[in-house]
């Protein structure tokens, strides 16, 4: 298959080119976009250097499908300058999610839903994908009514700048070109994106749409606080879901281990839980503190980690085409 990966030199795109090589996703030629700072610039992927070539050149070759993590604006502009030409496109941004005539898609969930029409994918972000991985199959048992989540996210989601912006700090001084508004080593900042009119975060507002789109129910309350701190490796979130059935929490753990791509780490007598250290380079959410909220019925406590570069964007945008190839949608 001809694949493009569009944003190739940032954080996302490097991951994209281990989790095609580690999955031997079908590549028959392999373009990499990136700005055109970047273009003739040299990357390797399974040992062989590809050049760094433009959006137009890599048009022009019409692939099979482009991946992309370009950002919002360069996906708005470029993604369907890709599909007239036939491409399928899978989008690692926010530009596409919340169209109506766009499938947003985590592929243990909704991956069915996709169709010859599909052109344009969206891939969800990074805390939502982990969250509603979780959470999924204990909606279809026992039908979630709130979720209260507070996450604590790693720089790497923000990218390359912010991750310097840590190691320069960790090393004793200012930052030279710092991504966030305040330091972040020794740090918390609950500021993830930009502030919307309501108060919120647009990272935070992601969590409550994102959500009922791809769980197919507008009846969900969701409500956010999202957190960044000084972590590399994933991202964490403490999740508080009331049901409107009532559940056993035997029924959770039995769904929870039953669940495609959740692992659950659990056993609170030898200090064994979800951390960051532990999720990174993983494609696994991991789960565990599970336990019932004791200040009202049908409610339950997770701590779920993830690697937000892998499940929470590279490696969903991956399984998403090959969900596709599964379906006829794209060559093997
Ligand atoms: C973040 N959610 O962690 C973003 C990345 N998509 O900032």
Known sequence: MKVAVVGATGLVGGEMLKVLAERNFPVTELLLVASARSVGQEMEYRGRKYPVISMDEAIAARPDVAIFSA?????????????EVGTVVIDNSSAWRMDPTKKLVVPEINARQLTAADKIIANPNCSTIQMVLALHQLHEAFQIRRIVVSTYQSVTGTGKKAVDQLLEERAGHAASNPAYPHPIDLNVLPHIDVFEANGYTKEEMKMVNETRKILSDDT??????????????????????????????????????????????????SNRY???????????????????????????????????????????????????????????
Do not use: C
């Open 71 to 83: 950002g919002g604006s360069v996906s708005k502009e470029q993604a369907p300058r890709f599909a």
């Open 220 to 269: 969900i309350q969701v409500t956010a606080t999202a957190v960044r701190i000084p972590v590399m490796g994933g991202h964490s979130e403490a999740i508080n879901v009331e049901f409107a059935q009532e559940f056993e929490i035997e029924d959770i753990y039995r769904l929870l281990r039953a669940t495609d791509g959740v692992e659950v780490v659990d056993d609170v007598t």
């Open 274 to 332: 979800p951390m960051p250290k532990d999720a990174h380079g993983q494609d696994a959410v991991l789960v565990g503190r599970i336990r019932r909220d004791e200040s009202q019925p049908r409610t339950l406590n997770l701590w779920v980690v993830a690697d937000n570069l892998r499940k929470g964007a590279a490696t969903n945008a991956v399984q998403i085409a090959e969900h596709m190839i599964k379906l006829g949608l794209l060559p093997a």
